[in-house]
């Protein structure tokens, strides 16, 4: 199985500042296709969780253009700028190169 | 807009069955694959089985093999996920997701707990 290695495990962040969470996988996420299947995940406290970011750098429809991701091959950057209240929660990233699909631990995002 | 909503859940005992069923709409449901991922209580989200879009092809996580079954009815735009024999670590909200190269969307989750 791939494994996912994220970090840190929790941030904390002053509103307004800029946030950034890394994850690794065990294995290169380029398919022979060219495309690099990697997402990234936010889970707001006792919500679903939503879809930010999708194949590395790709924002997903109706997510805030403070959400970036950048990486390639098996380490990935996701950024948050300005954070704001809403940002707070758990992110996820999750390979989808094979089955299983694997998520990172979760990187818990708090307010200062 | 995209609706997924999961029913099923509950309390059951170890070794029993339940089936959860995750009805689609505001979309073609046959024109995707979808997925169930679940989450144990305080811990992070684990992909549990995917099925594509004609429901020929299906995927598990070893854990759930030869004991859970995802199926889809195009037909009434609902996804199932039977699980059978049942254990304590299956314990978890599950959640039903539409399937691409990523999980766009997510129902608000089902909890399912198994003891005794």
């Known amino acids: 199985d791939i494994m996912m290695t994220q970090s840190p495990l929790s941030v904390a962040v002053t509103p307004g500042e800029s946030a950034s969470i890394s994850c690794r996988s065990s294995?290169?996420?380029?398919?022979?296709?060219?495309?690099?299947?990697l997402s990234w995940y936010l889970q707001r406290p006792e919500k679903s969780p939503q879809l930010l970011i999708y194949?590395?750098?790709n924002l997903a429809s109706g997510v805030s253009d403070r959400f970036s991701g950048s990486g390639s091959g098996t380490d990935f950057t996701l950024k948050i700028s300005k954070v704001e209240t809403e940002d707070v929660g758990i992110y996820y990233c999750?390979?989808?190169?094979?089955?299983?699909?694997?998520f990172g631990a979760g990187t818990k995002l708090e307010l200062k | 807009e995209v609706q997924l909503v999961e029913s099923g859940g509950g309390l059951v005992q170890p070794g029993r069955s339940l089936k959860l069923s995750c009805a689609a709409s505001?979309?073609?449901?046959?024109?995707?694959?979808m997925a169930w991922v679940c989450q144990a209580p305080t811990k992070g989200l684990e992909w549990v089985a995917s099925?594509?879009?004609?429901?020929?092809?299906?995927y598990y996580r070893d854990s759930v093999k030869g004991r859970f079954t995802i199926s889809r009815d195009n037909a009434k735009n609902t996804l199932y996920l039977q699980m059978d024999s049942l254990r304590s670590e299956d314990t978890a909200t599950y959640y039903c997701?539409?399937?691409?190269?990523?999980?766009?969307?997510w129902g608000q989750g089902v909890m399912v707990t198994v003891s005794s």
């Open positions: 099925i594509s879009t004609g429901g020929g092809n299906t």
């Open positions: 999750v390979q989808f190169l094979e089955v299983p699909y694997t």
């Open positions: 294995k290169s996420l380029l398919h022979s296709n060219g495309i690099t299947y």
């Open positions: 194949q590395i750098s």
């Open positions: 997701a539409r399937q691409s190269y990523y999980f766009d969307y």
């Open positions: 505001g979309f073609t449901f046959s024109n995707y694959g």
